[in-house]
């Protein structure tokens, strides 16, 4: 059974500061994984998402890498922002018949202060 | 273009009664997900939809809980005889397709208290 760990499961930096997410899963066969946030009261918006073949993906400050064989992802937030402050969620498909079914992790809860 | 819209976005209901919660998803996404965030247990999986088939409902908790999609388009999910620790909130999303490697695009999700 795949389980998805995200650490650290709270993080509080300055405005400004470059940030490091972490996620990993314990089954590498995986078809991709995406990077979620989600403030409060809100859904889910989809971040960026990697397949199984890549190794990274970027949009704007963001950066995502994978690493299947170590089963790791990280989330990198350059130049954070009071506006990033959201809780982020990594979420791990298998593909397949169960493509539909993406397993989350916990998620890490960002504040940027000013 | 408009998002994945749910409703309602808050419903109050006393044990025992049903529920009905609705999901319009982005035009033109062939899949459509259910899922149920609650505090302690985060997200967990219910069921998806490739078209108007559900390939996979492993996720639904029990025979109380089902879900239907008509016209490719909207879904409802239908929760008979509803029990305290079904209150969580109920987020539906859509993708292009399943199995393309499309993201999946959420509503805001619909808060279900049950009294």
């Known amino acids: 059974k795949q389980e998805v760990t995200q650490i650290p499961a709270a993080l509080s930096v300055p405005e400004g500061e470059n940030l490091v997410l972490n996620c990993s899963f314990t089954?590498?066969?995986?078809?991709?994984l995406q990077w979620f946030r989600q403030d409060p009261g809100k859904g889910l918006t989809s971040l960026l998402l990697?397949?199984?073949?890549?190794r990274e993906q970027t949009s704007g400050r963001l950066n995502a890498s994978l690493d299947k064989s170590s089963g790791r992802s990280t989330l990198y937030i350059a130049a954070s922002q009071p506006g990033d402050s959201a809780t982020y969620l990594c979420?791990?498909?298998?593909?397949?018949?169960?493509?539909?079914?993406?397993?989350f992790g916990q998620g890490t809860i960002l504040t940027v202060h000013p | 273009g408009a998002g994945v819209s749910q409703s309602p976005s808050n419903k109050v209901t006393e044990k025992g009664k049903d529920v009905e919660l609705r999901c319009d998803p982005i035009?033109?996404?062939?899949?459509l997900y259910w899922y149920r965030q609650s505090l302690g247990q985060g997200l967990e999986f219910l069921i998806y939809?490739?078209?108007?088939?559900?390939?996979?409902k492993s996720g639904l908790p029990s025979d109380r809980f089902s879900a239907e999609r008509t016209g490719g388009s909207v879904s409802t999910l239908t929760i008979q005889r509803t029990q305290q620790e079904d209150s969580a909130v109920y987020l539906c999303?859509?993708?292009?397709?399943?199995?393309?490697?499309?993201?999946?695009?959420f509503g805001n999700g619909t808060r279900l208290t049950v009294t």
């Open positions: 990697i397949q199984s073949s890549q």
């Open positions: 999303a859509s993708s292009l397709k399943a199995g393309a490697n499309s993201p999946l695009h």
């Open positions: 939809f490739q078209g108007n088939s559900a390939p996979d």
């Open positions: 979420a791990v498909n298998a593909g397949g018949t169960s493509y539909g079914k993406l397993t």
């Open positions: 035009s033109g996404h062939t899949a």
């Open positions: 089954d590498s066969a995986i078809y991709n």
